[in-house]
C-alpha cells in the first residue's frame, strides 16, 4: 500500500517546496498557549522555525511568517509581548513579511474566535497593539528587509529544542551574555552591514543583557535611528518581555 505523510516535519516542508510552484514561502505556527495569567510557548515552536528558514534558505525563496492576533481555544488573547516575540523571533530567523491571523474576527463558532484587531464591527485594544507593531516592524526595516541571515543561536540554561547554543561571538562583540530564560541571537548581513539581533524569549519578564563591544558597533534604536554613542566598555541593558536590542557595525572594521 502507498504510504501517507512523511516521515519528519524537515522531510514535508522539502516536499512541499519542490512540488508546489510558490514563489513566497509562509510559516504558520502559534506558539503562545495560556490564560491572563499563565502563558508558556509551544515547545516545539522554534524547532519548527528553525527547520523552515533553513529549507526556505536553501530554496532560496523568501518566506513569511504569522503572529496570532485574534484569541480562541487554546490561545488567548494576545499581549504586546505575545506579539512582539512572535513577530521578532521570526524576522530574527529572515522572514520578509508578516502576516496576523486574523485581522477580522471571524464568526466565534467551534474555536470560540474573540477580541481579534476588529470584533463585532469595532476596533479594539488589539488593533492598537497590532498598529504598535506594525510601526516598529516599519521603523527597522533598513534592518531585516532584504537581509541575509548568516546564524542563529539561543542564550539561556536550557535552550529551546532543535536549536544552537550560543558559543562564539564576532570579533567585534567581546562579551554578550543574559540573565533569566535567554535570548535568540541572530546575525545578519546586508552588503558590508552586519547586524546583530536579541530578542528576549520571555513572555512576562524582563531580561538583564551584559555586553561588551568595540568602538565600531553602534545600536540601532526601535525607531531605526542609529544612536552615535561611545558602546565600549561593559553595558548592561534591560530588555522587555518578547522585545529585541539591535546592534550594528561595518564588516570591514572588524
Known amino acids: 500500500p502507498e504510504q501517507l505523510g512523511t516521515k519528519t516535519y524537515q522531510e514535508y516542508i522539502r516536499i512541499f517546496i519542490n512540488e508546489v510552484p510558490v514563489s513566497i514561502l509562509s510559516f504558520d505556527h502559534y506558539p503562545v498557549i495560556g490564560d491572563s495569567i499563565t502563558r508558556n510557548l509551544r515547545p516545539e515552536w522554534y524547532e519548527n ?20 492576533a485574534t484569541a480562541h481555544k487554546p490561545y488567548p488573547i494576545p499581549t504586546i509581548s505575545d506579539l ?6 521570526n524576522l530574527a530567523y529572515g522572514a520578509q513579511g508578516i502576516q496576523y491571523f486574523t485581522y477580522w474576527t471571524p464568526p466565534a463558532g467551534t474555536w ?18 497590532v498598529k504598535t507593531v506594525n510601526e516598529e516592524i516599519k521603523n527597522l526595516s533598513g534592518v531585516f528587509l ?48 552586519a547586524f546583530m539581533v536579541v530578542v528576549n524569549r520571555d513572555l512576562l519578564k524582563s531580561m538583564k543583557l551584559n555586553i561588551k563591544v568595540n568602538s565600531k558597533v553602534k545600536r540601532v534604536l526601535k525607531d531605526g535611528v542609529i544612536d552615535k554613542g561611545n ?17 550594528t557595525w561595518t564588516k570591514s572594521g572588524q
Open 146 to 193: 532584504g537581509a541575509k541571515v548568516i546564524s542563529t543561536f539561543h542564550t539561556g540554561s536550557a535552550i529551546p529544542k532543535g536549536t544552537r547554543q550560543l558559543s562564539k561571538l564576532p570579533s567585534p562583540v567581546k562579551v554578550l551574555k543574559t540573565e533569566g530564560e535567554g535570548a535568540i541571537v541572530s546575525f545578519l548581513e546586508k552588503g558590508n552591514t
Open 49 to 68: 522555525l528553525e527547520i523552515f528558514a533553513d529549507e526556505a534558505k536553501k530554496s532560496g525563496k523568501p518566506f513569511w511568517a504569522f503572529a496570532l
Open 231 to 247: 558602546l565600549s566598555g561593559l553595558n548592561s541593558l534591560e530588555v522587555d518581555p518578547g522585545d529585541i536590542v539591535i546592534f
Open 112 to 129: 470560540d474566535f474573540h477580541d481579534g484587531p476588529i470584533y463585532e464591527g469595532k476596533r479594539t485594544e488589539m488593533f492598537v497593539k
Open 84 to 89: 512582539r516575540l512572535q513577530v521578532y523571533s
